[in-house]
């Protein structure tokens, strides 16, 4: 059965850092395509960022340049390291794992659909 576990969400003021962490069980996240998105109150779950076979990643405009994501296969356990936060971060954010072989261009498309693993979400809520 696989099981995602997000953590490190919390209250930060605008500029801060956060990282969040993604545990996976019973699913290998060094094999998989996996991502983040979140979802503010009010609007639709956005993919933020994915990352691919090869190390590929992608982000949306709206974090790139501000968050990375990546993994650590020997822990199983997938990242998003957030710095520069603003208050338009402010959201419930949650991983998504997709099937084994998904292309790399639906991997970086980042949309919903293909993932069909999700964990329960993380709040991570930036005062300005």
């Known amino acids: 059965q696989v099981r995602l576990v997000e953590s490190g969400g919390g209250s930060v003021q605008a500029g801060g850092s956060l990282k969040l962490s993604c545990a996976a069980s019973?699913?290998?996240?060094?094999?998989?395509?996996m991502g983040w998105f979140r979802q503010a109150p009010g609007k639709e779950r956005e993919g933020i960022a994915s990352?691919?076979?090869?190390?590929?990643?992608s982000y949306a405009d709206s974090v790139r340049g501000r968050f990375s994501i990546y993994k650590d296969n020997a822990k199983n356990i997938l990242y998003l390291q957030m710095n520069s936060l603003k208050a338009d971060d402010t959201a419930m954010y949650y991983c998504?794992?997709?099937?084994?072989?998904?292309?790399?261009?639906?991997?970086?498309?980042?949309?919903?659909?293909?993932?069909?693993?999700w964990g329960q979400g993380t709040q991570v809520t930036v005062s300005s």
């Open positions: 998504a794992g997709s099937v084994f072989g998904i292309a790399w261009s639906t991997c970086m498309g980042r949309s919903t659909s293909s993932f069909p693993y």
């Open positions: 019973g699913y290998a996240v060094g094999d998989r395509c």
């Open positions: 990352f691919g076979g090869g190390g590929l990643t």
